[in-house]
């Protein structure tokens, strides 16, 4: 976060926070409402300027805009634009507003033969261009990744933004934290997983729950590809496969930066 | 009021409902010329996504279709998927299903009736201004709705986007000490429960009736939120291998839902078809609520749905308390169901907060999938939503734009449309006029 805007914010009593939804599920504005033990507390220190899910009371004046969903339409582009301009941050709010989570997965198929799959010959009525994450469009200065958001983690950003503090994201892989779990790796579960290269903080909930890892975090700092590609593939994955573990949460960065040597900003 | 007045409603983007929808009412004099309600979510096209994703991913793909209903979406995934794989779950398996459900039900109806619908009838925008008006109302209905998150927790490792629930069965399972503090909580949320239903008790519902035919599934001798056969309040029953025959999309041009109607006309799904059609099977502490709270079925004012969704807290808080009894006494067992793909055809149905959920899927020999089609609550709600306007906008036109605008609004609410859940760009053929999802072109956030 560039040191003016943490100024900025450290004289800020009370910020005020906007939620936007773009294309998503809404979870990760459901997990705000679902910090059950802290939103009475939260509601003293910070001010909702707008966030249609919850309330009826609207206003354009805001310093911390989070958005939720992906862009899929032109008309979301100039609307993430206006609200880069009205906010003095911008953060992403879940995996679609940042990789760009399921909505990417229809970046796979061809955009118009999509469209007339489920619109028929209409499909030329409800445009809808290559889902992309909101950094795709406009400078991000902060991500709250996952899918969908980790609450807690959504409180450690609230509480590091009210002071002006660089949001605590971790850069480790989801083995960190799996590897604290001690929990039996996927691989030896008869499992493939992508916790390798994926970003910790979820503290590996998936695996913990006799799951694995699907990737929704993002990618981790530096990410060793080469090797996770290798280790898919001695697991019996065909190209194919592999480009589809990357193409369920991260469909654009991973086909737009040469296929599977998928690099993802920071 | 003069008969040439013209009164307009127009609420661009209704708040304190899940998703983008706007209400449009036109009217001159006392003749309404114009009711809508538009649907301008983004499409996202699930069913297209779907296909070529391995079967095992579907339960975890649209679970993303709703974040507020994902665990129905999973567990109505699962079972078409487990349909079309001949895979039969336990009985453990179905008990922890069940749990699961009823967690994210009593959150949804929480949520809804406190934070979504309350606030219209004391007069404030949101439940924001009540944390300094009403502390207690507030932390009662966190306290309640955290109870419903935490079950899901428990059984599905969280609320949101449930993870251990799989075709076949479950990958995780609760250990006892987790069984008994919520059975515990369970036991002590009464009086949460109670001061909840005075509360409602003493709010009036606005006066209006019109029937419509009630959809909810049956299952033999109990409260169904599984089930084979769609029950109408008009005596029909149809498999829900044959839904289509009885759940007709209708296409609309200013909705990016589909609309859809029975083999008659417009119906109802959700809490309030629920109640109605499967009133004896309720626990009798909902019985005694339903009483309190003046609920006798057939009611046909859509307003009571809210009271339906306060009915159906009760029902599965003692049906949560009584599975968990169940799961104690049998003791859990790991379970290792092994699920083969092979080509396969299914569906599978659920009741979820907002009504029943349809998924069907084609699966090839890999157990790649092939074909999808969902059918959401709120887009079976959509064209009765319609129909209620109408019927509605006669008697709330002259009040005035702002009254109107109000009982609209507070009708809209009462539906708990889901609109992320039920978008589905459509097209009315030889309808000359712009679709009306072209709206969703605005660029002002």
Known sequence: MPEPMIEALQTLKRPRIAVFELASCAGCQLQILN???????????????????????????????????????????????????????????GSCAFPVGIPGLKNTHDQDEVGRHVYGDHAGYFPSIEARPVDAVIPVDLHIPGCPIHKDEFLRVVTAVLMGRKPPIP???????????????????????????????????????????????????????????AL??????????????????????????????????? | ????????????????????????????????????????????????????????????????ICGICSNGHVLASITAMENALGVTPSDQTMLLRRLLLHGETIQSHVLHAYFLVAPDFLGVGSVIPLVQTHPDVVKRALRMKKLGNDICDVIGGRAVHQIAAVVGGFTHLPDR??????????????????????????????EFDHPTEYLSLKSAAMYAYFGDLILSSNGDITPVRH?????????????????????????????????????????DGAKQVAGDL??????????????????????????????????????????????????????????????????????????????????????????NLESDMWALAPSVIPKGADAAQLAMEMLVRAYDPCISCSTHVIYLDGDNRVPRAARQQEATP
Do not use: W
């Not at chain 1, 996927?186 to 998936?206: H, K, S």
């Not at chain 2, 041009?253 to 499967?278: E, I, Q």
């Open chain 2, 294 to 383: 003046g609920f006798a079925p057939y009611v046909t004012n859509p307003y009571f749905n809210t009271v339906a969704q306060l009915i159906e807290t009760v029902h599965c808080v003692d049906d949560a308390r009584a599975i968990i009894g169940t799961l104690l006494d049998n003791e859990l067992i790991i379970e290792r169901p092994s699920v083969e793909a092979h080509e396969g055809h299914g569906v599978g149905a659920v009741e979820v907060p907002r009504g029943t959920l349809y998924h069907e899927y084609g699966v090839d020999r890999q157990g790649h999938i092939t074909d999808a089609n969902l059918i959401i609550p709120t887009g079976q709600n959509l064209a």
């Open chain 2, 1 to 64: 009021m003069n008969k040439t007045t013209t009164v307009d409603v127009k609420v661009d983007y209704v708040s304190r409902v899940e998703g983008h929808g706007n209400i449009v009412v036109v009217a001159k004099g006392e003749e309404v010329k114009e009711v809508r309600f538009e649907v301008t979510e983004p499409p996202r096209f699930f069913e297209s996504m779907l296909r070529g994703r391995t079967y095992d991913q579907a339960p975890l793909i649209t679970s993303r």
């Open chain 1, 232 to 266: 898919l593939e001695d697991h019996g994955l065909s190209r194919e496969e592999i480009l589809a573990e990357y193409t369920l949460y991260n469909g654009y960065y991973a086909l737009h930066n040469g296929g599977l040597k998928a690099k993802v900003a920071k």
């Open chain 2, 177 to 206: 000490a987790q069984l008994l503090e919520l059975r515990q909580r369970l036991d002590d949320v009464g009086p949460d429960l109670e001061a909840t239903v005075a509360l409602f008790a003493s709010l009036t519902m606005p």
């Open chain 2, 243 to 283: 839904y289509r025959e009885k759940v007709k999309e209708r296409v609309v041009p200013h909705s990016s839902a589909k609309h859809v109607s029975s083999d008659k006309d417009t119906f109802m799904v959700g809490a309030l078809a629920r109640v109605n059609n499967g009133f004896q099977y309720l626990s």
């Open chain 1, 35 to 93: 910090c059950e033990d802290e939103l009475v507390d939260l509601l003293q220190l910070v001010e909702f300027a707008y966030f249609k899910e919850a309330m009826s009371e609207t206003s354009d004046v805001y310093d911390l805009a989070l958005i939720e969903g992906a862009v899929t339409r032109e008309a979301d582009e100039q609307k993430v634009r206006t609200i880069r301009e009205r906010a003095k941050l911008v953060g992403t709010l």
């Open chain 1, 171 to 229: 850069g480790y892989p989801v083995c960190v934290e799996c590897r604290l779990k001690e929990n039996v790796c996927a691989y030896d579960r008869g499992l493939v997983c992508v916790g390798p290269v994926t970003r910790g903080g979820c503290g590996a909930i998936c695996p913990s729950f006799g799951s694995r890892c699907y990737g929704c975090r993002g990618l981790a700092d530096d990410p060793n590809l080469p090797s996770i590609e």
